[in-house]
């Protein structure tokens, strides 16, 4: 089991972030995600963090669920409030792994791989992923609000049967115990940043996301919609959406799910 969480220390050294003041830790709970958007549609407040030890029900992108061992990992969702059309919510997703890879960066001194859009990944297999939820003003189109989940695997020691050749850890991947409160730290003051520069319109989110992912250029890829293809990644539109190249015919993929082809 990890060790305690002391939100004292931890909001202390988020001061000057929209998270430092709305920290709320659960010992289990069924989905930070779901319970945030109920929090959400009730009217809490932007940076409102929920943290657990454990989730008995957590979901990943499309449905998928996530494995949450008992103080393994890091899961947590937060709520933010950007000031963003809905066609450019896939930009938080995108942000969000930068914040992530910067974060873990920073702890663990490991550099990670970003699978558009919202797979953390470390030595090819995967170390967590990110669940964004968004509310929509219906006149507008603008985003009300936005609840990001975020699952990273700190000290699992080992998984299901399913998952052992698909999923890593930090402990498996550097062989040391992992803190989830230096972690979780970083993580916050890095997403803090990324969303004050994507409100800013910052232009180079895309640039530093393809940099940042060898998923998004020259990657051989199997794509499931459409009824399934392969293609070579050719970059971002505008929208944060990833382009394949599909035997001369450029596709855009609106879903998760690529893969690399064999």
Known sequence: ??????????????????????????????????????AAANGAPEGTVYIADEQTAGRGRAGHTWHSTPGDGLYLSALVKPSLHLRDALLLSLATGLAAQTAIQSTTNRSIDIRWPNDLLLDAKKLGGILVETAVEPTTANLRYAVIGIGINLNHANFPPDLITLATSLRLATGQPQSRAPLLTALLRALDLELTQLEAQHPDLLARFTAASTWVRGKHVHVPEQGGYTGTTAGLNPQGFLLVDDDGTQRTVLSGGVREAT
Do not use: D, K, P, V
């Open 1 to 38: 089991m990890s060790q305690a969480l002391n939100l004292a220390q931890i909001r202390s050294a988020l001061t000057g972030t929209r998270f430092a003041s709305h920290l709320h830790h659960f010992s289990t709970i069924h989905s930070t995600n779901t319970a945030l958007l109920e």
